[in-house]
């Protein structure tokens, strides 16, 4: 287990330094994401121990946020000055790019091989 | 008395009393949204933010304070999000049959994305760090910071911006989704990501594990997209 959190820590310090050395416009993780991503293509499969390391940090993706969401706090200030336009406009693109995605992704789709209808909640 | 308020004053300087604040909150928010059948309008980082930021603000402990023990749950996003690869390499056949489709939704959604939330702001009045600040906030929070920060925005405001999109989706998409009968969990997650980054695919991947692939997908495409686009179309719409 030790083993594959540190390949995951490694592709992460690899993105970071790359990006900084060529000055790109991406969060070092994103580019570990490729990284590993490719490192999986050329090895063929998930090792079994990587795919649980990987599940047990994603089971838990949401909580990794709440430091983050409770910066809020910071910019009350901020958040008020343009309370309306800022409310106003958050809603309404927020839907409308949700109903464009997925009404583009799905008309381009071919049907789910497994036949199983989505929905959730 | 006096030695309850000497146990306040080590535990509120020790970075393990906001370490277990955060996890509890988040175990409250999490259990209240299982026990809601996964309602996305139980969204357990928002309940866990509202639990957080009322505690915090009651005993007055400013947010540095805090970050000083959340900031070890904070770094495990690093890793997190390199761990995506996972899902997304299982999901390879059905991301290659699909490739076309998913550049083109992305690409249509980044773009909404960024068009509707200013110009509804921009019609609304709002002042220029404002608009700015908006721009980007479907895309994950340390590359829209930093975008923010490249058109002269305020990239604290961004990360904020970007943190209410993320739970907002969470929230709505399902709803959206369902209303309007779209079934497909790759064009479900799809959407989810696009929209709302990482908390959307957080939401996408309890949900299921396809939605959950297609959600990282779109989170790290839109992220490399807007980079690499919006400085351009920004200069090209308001000259500077």
């Known amino acids: 287990m030790l083993h594959y959190l540190t390949i995951l820590v490694c592709c992460q310090l690899a993105g970071e330094l790359i990006v900084t050395a060529l000055k790109m416009p991406l969060p070092g993780p994103v580019l570990g994401m490729a990284i590993l991503f490719a490192g999986l293509v050329v090895n063929g499969g998930v090792p079994d121990d990587l795919g649980k390391v990987a599940d047990g940090l994603l089971v838990n993706l949401s909580l990794l946020f709440v430091p983050a969401g409770t910066g809020i706090m910071l910019h009350t200030g901020l958040l008020s000055r343009d309370l309306v336009p800022i409310a106003v406009s958050i809603v309404v693109s927020t839907i409308a790019t949700i109903a464009v995605t997925a009404a583009i992704m799905s008309a381009l789709s071919p049907p789910q091989p497994d036949g199983k209808d989505g929905r959730d909640a | ?240």
Do not use: C
């Open chain 2, 1 to 240: 008395m006096r030695d309850l308020r000497d146990v306040w004053v080590y535990l509120s300087a020790n970075p393990l009393l906001h370490l277990t604040l955060t996890l509890i909150a988040y175990r409250i928010g999490l259990a209240i949204y299982q026990r809601g059948g996964l309602n996305p309008m139980l969204n357990p980082v928002m309940i866990a933010v509202i639990l957080l930021v009322s505690v915090l603000t009651m005993t007055g402990t400013s947010y540095q304070t805090y970050f000083e023990g959340a900031q070890f749950v904070h770094f495990l996003l690093g890793p997190a999000t390199v761990a995506l690869a996972v899902p997304l390499y299982r999901q390879l056949d059905a991301v290659k049959r699909s490739a076309a489709a998913v550049l083109a939704s992305i690409a249509a959604g980044a773009a909404t994305a960024s068009i509707t939330a200013v110009g509804v702001a921009y019609a609304l009045g709002a002042s220029r760090d404002t608009l700015v600040s908006l721009a980007p906030k479907s895309v994950t929070a340390p590359v829209a910071m930093g975008i923010s920060e490249q058109l002269g925005g305020l990239p604290s405001l961004t990360a904020v911006l970007v943190m209410m999109t993320g739970i907002l989706g969470a929230m709505l998409g399902p709803v959206i989704m369902n209303l309007m009968g779209i079934k497909n969990w790759a064009a479900r997650g799809l959407a989810m990501g696009t929209t709302s980054h990482g908390i959307g695919t957080a939401r996408a991947m309890q949900v299921n594990a396809t939605a959950g692939a297609f959600a990282g997908l779109a989170m790290g495409i839109n992220a490399l997209a807007t980079a690499l686009l919006l400085p351009l179309v920004w200069r090209l719409v308001f000259g500077k």
